[in-house]
């Protein structure tokens, strides 16, 4: 059965830092690969996915992440963090039934 | 707002009552998703609908049921409810029946409180 997870379920960064968020995958066919955002009494929001194609995606909000087959990865980054990234995100995979399998989430902190 | 429409945000109910989520999809979005969301157990998939059936079963329980109608709104209802029902219950919705090539949209969620 496919599996995610997410290191560390808090990250703490100052503003202007860079952003890594660590995401690791079990599956038994070719995943198909997302990172959602929840802010504060909110619903989930797609930031990326990978599903064929180039390895490296890019998202919304300046959030990229990279398919790594051969480590099975999907880290998600960002060059520099603002405050108004401060939330959780929850990394996904699809499993074999086709439904989206979420990890434990990592809540982002940043400090000004 | 995702196009997605959750109804009620929250809910305050009492232990051994029966309560019922409503979701409207995002318009042209065929498959609709129930999650919950709780503190010790995460994300969790309850149940998928495709277009009014039954497409997959996560770990729902007994006392719970959905169903999705004709004009593809879904229902989620909760029955005996226990304290440890207390959660987000979201619902999400997608084009595909299958491989979620699109991803999900996710609805805000809605509060379940039981006391």
């Known amino acids: 059965a496919q599996s995610v997870t997410q290191l560390g379920s808090h990250v703490s960064v100052s503003e202007g830092a860079l952003v890594l968020l660590r995401c690791n995958y079990s599956?038994?066919?070719?995943?198909?690969l997302f990172w959602y955002v929840q802010y504060p009494n909110q619903g989930l929001q797609l930031l990326l996915k990978?599903?064929?194609?180039?390895?490296l995606v890019k998202g919304i909000n300046g959030f990229e992440a990279e398919f790594k087959k051969s480590e099975t990865s999907f880290h998600l980054t960002k060059p520099s963090a603002h405050m108004s990234d401060a939330a959780e995100y929850f990394c996904a995979v699809t499993d074999s039934s086709y439904k989206l399998i979420f990890g434990s989430g990592t809540r982002l902190l940043v400090r000004p | 707002d995702s196009g997605v429409t959750q109804t009620p945000k929250h809910l305050i109910t009492a232990t051994g009552q029966r309560v019922t989520l409503r979701c409207s999809p995002r318009s042209g979005d065929l498959s609709v998703y129930w999650y919950q969301q709780s503190l010790d157990q995460g994300l969790q998939f309850l149940i998928q609908?495709?277009?009014?059936?039954?497409?997959a079963k996560g770990n729902i329980l007994e006392r719970f049921s959905a169903q999705q109608f004709p004009d593809l709104h879904s229902e989620l209802n909760l029955s005996s409810l226990e304290l440890g029902d207390s959660a987000l219950y979201f619902c999400?919705?997608?084009?595909?029946?299958?491989?979620?090539?699109?991803?999900?949209?996710f609805g805000s969620g809605t509060r379940l409180t039981v006391v």
């Open positions: 609908y495709y277009n009014g059936e039954e497409r």
């Open positions: 990978y599903t064929t194609g180039a390895t």
């Open positions: 999400a919705s997608s084009r595909s029946r299958d491989r979620a090539n699109y991803g999900y949209t």
């Open positions: 599956s038994s066919v070719p995943p198909y």
